[in-house]
C-alpha cells in the first residue's frame, strides 16, 4: 500500500484489528486450484479493506481514480454477478480496516481526506442500512501510523483495553484472526523497499506473542485471509514493482508453501471468503498510486 507523508514515529505498527480477536518453507506447491474472474468492483480503488459477514463480502472505502478518497461501501452477496453499493462510511476514508465479528462489522480508524490518522469506529446496521458510531480508539491509527501497542475491543462493554505490544516494528502488515489467535502478517518500517517477512501470533489467552517460520517472500502493503486452517497471504510492494506471489501458512506445521499466483499483481488489495472461494479484491496494479477494479477468486484445498 503507498507509503502517506511521513507521521512521527512512536513505536511499531498499524492497527491490529484486536476486533478480530473476538469473533522452513516448501517451493513445492500444495495449492493447485485455479484462479478464475470473480465480478469487478463498480469503481477502481485501492488501499482497500474487506470483510466477510453471513456468507457476504463487504469492502469499504480505499482511493478511487483521480486519488479521490472514497466512502463508498459496496457488498457482495452470495452467488451474486455484481455488487451492491450500500450506504456510504459517514466520511470519506482509506487504509481503513473493516473487521466482521459473528454478527457485526466495524469500520476501524484510517486516514481522512487530508491524510490524518483518525481514531472513529463505526459499525454497520444491516437493518437501518447505516453505519452507527462507536467508542473511539485510543488514539488515531492508520497503516502508516507507528505505535507498539495494541487496542482490544470489548464488545460487551464497547470499549477499548490494552494488549501485549507487538515484537516487530512494522505498518502495512496484514492481520488475520484463525482458531482464536491472531496473526501479525508481513509489513514494513514506513519504507517499501525495506520489507519484513515477520509472521507473529498474538494468544489473547495468554496476552503473548510467538515468533513463527518466516513468509518465503518478504512484503508490505499486502492481504492475507484464513481458509481451512491456513493462512493465505497475497501482493505487495517496493518501491519499483508489485507482487504476484500467493503463499500459504500451516499453523499445524509451522511451515509456509506457494500456491497459485495471483493472475493480476497488486497492493493496497482486500481479501476475503465467501463459499468456499477466497475474492481477492481491488488494489493498485502498480508501485503507488493507480488503481484497479479486477477481483479474482481461488478455491483453496484442504492438502495434508
Known amino acids: 500500500m503507498t507509503a502517506r507523508p511521513r507521521l512521527s514515529p512512536r513505536s511499531t505498527t498499524t492497527t491490529l484489528l484486536a476486533t478480530m480477536l473476538l469473533a522452513a518453507c516448501s517451493h513445492a506447491p500444495d495449492e493447485q486450484s485455479d484462479w478464475i474472474d470473480g465480478p469487478p468492483l463498480p469503481e477502481p480503488v485501492q488501499e482497500l479493506h474487506g470483510a466477510s459477514l453471513r456468507g457476504r463480502i463487504y469492502v469499504a472505502g480505499g482511493i478511487r481514480s483521480g486519488n479521490v478518497v472514497s466512502s463508498s461501501t459496496f457488498r457482495l452477496d452470495s452467488a451474486a454477478t455484481e455488487w451492491t ?10 487504509h481503513m480496516p473493516l473487521a466482521a465479528t459473528a454478527d457485526s462489522l466495524y469500520a476501524i480508524g484510517g486516514y481522512d481526506p487530508a491524510g490524518s490518522p483518525v481514531a472513529t469506529v463505526w459499525v454497520y446496521d444491516e437493518g437501518g442500512d447505516r453505519w452507527l458510531e462507536r467508542a473511539p480508539l485510543p488514539e488515531p491509527r492508520a497503516a502508516n501510523v507507528l505505535l507498539d501497542s495494541i487496542a482490544i475491543y ?6 477499548w483495553t490494552r494488549g501485549a505490544p507487538i515484537p516487530t516494528p512494522r505498518d502495512h502488515l496484514a492481520a488475520v484472526a484463525l482458531a482464536e489467535a491472531l496473526y501479525a502478517v508481513g509489513g514494513r518500517p514506513l519504507d517499501p523497499d525495506r520489507n519484513f517477512d515477520r509472521l507473529e501470533r498474538y494468544d489473547p489467552a495468554t496476552a503473548g506473542w510467538t515468533a513463527l517460520a518466516p513468509m518465503p517472500t518478504a512484503r508490505g502493503g499486502l492481504a492475507a485471509v484464513g481458509s481451512l486452517g491456513r493462512i493465505h497471504v497475497f501482493g505487495g510492494e517496493t518501491s519499483g514493482r508489485v507482487f504476484e506471489e500467493h503463499e500459504v501458512f500451516d499453523p499445524a506445521a509451522d511451515r509456509w508453501s506457494a500456491a497459485a499466483p495471483l493472475p493480476t499483481p497488486r497492493h493496497g488489495l482486500a481479501a476475503a471468503e ?7 479484491i481491488g488494489g493498485g496494479p502498480s508501485a503507488g498510486l493507480a488503481q484497479t477494479a479486477v477481483v479474482e477468486t481461488f478455491a483453496p484445498t484442504d492438502v495434508n
Open 85 to 94: 453499493r450500500i450506504a456510504d462510511l459517514p466520511a470519506p476514508r482509506h
Open 154 to 159: 470489548d464488545l460487551a462493554s464497547g470499549g
Open 274 to 280: 465467501q463459499g468456499g472461494r477466497i475474492y481477492v
